[in-house]
């Protein structure tokens, strides 16, 4: 069974920065697209960004372009997500997910959740 379990959250100011982290136990990591959704109070999850098996494909939602990078190290088991300049509105829990093969932004076909890491950004 696949588990995925994310750490990298906190409380930051805006414009401040995140790494979050992904560890994928239980298959085989580098048969696997990930991606990054949020969660904000309320709301439904969102697509935040997304990278193929290889890593060699990426993509981002557009409030995510130019100041999020997604990467995964498959020595590691392991997918990242870079956050800069962050807003209150990033604030919220984010999942990582994992499915076979390529990106999608579309929740409903990633197999495989984490528990979540919560973001704060404050104003």
């Known amino acids: 069974q696949v588990q995925l379990v994310e750490s990298g959250g906190g409380l930051v100011q805006a414009g401040g920065s995140l790494r979050l982290s992904c560890v994928v136990s239980g298959g085989t990591f580098r048969n696997y697209a990930m991606a990054w959704f949020h969660q904000a109070p309320g709301k439904d999850r969102e697509f935040v960004s997304g990278?193929?098996?290889?890593?060699?494909?990426?993509n981002y939602a557009d409030s995510a372009k130019g100041r999020f990078t997604i990467w995964k190290d498959n020595a590691k088991n392991t997918v990242y997500l870079q956050m800069i300049s962050l807003k209150p509105e990033d604030t919220g829990v984010y999942y990582c997910?994992?499915?076979?093969?390529?990106?999608?932004?579309?929740?409903?076909?990633?197999?495989?959740w984490g528990q979540g890491t919560q973001v704060t950004v404050s104003s």
């Open positions: 990278i193929n098996f290889s890593g060699g494909s990426t």
């Open positions: 997910a994992a499915r076979a093969w390529t990106i999608s932004t579309n929740r409903g076909v990633f197999g495989s």
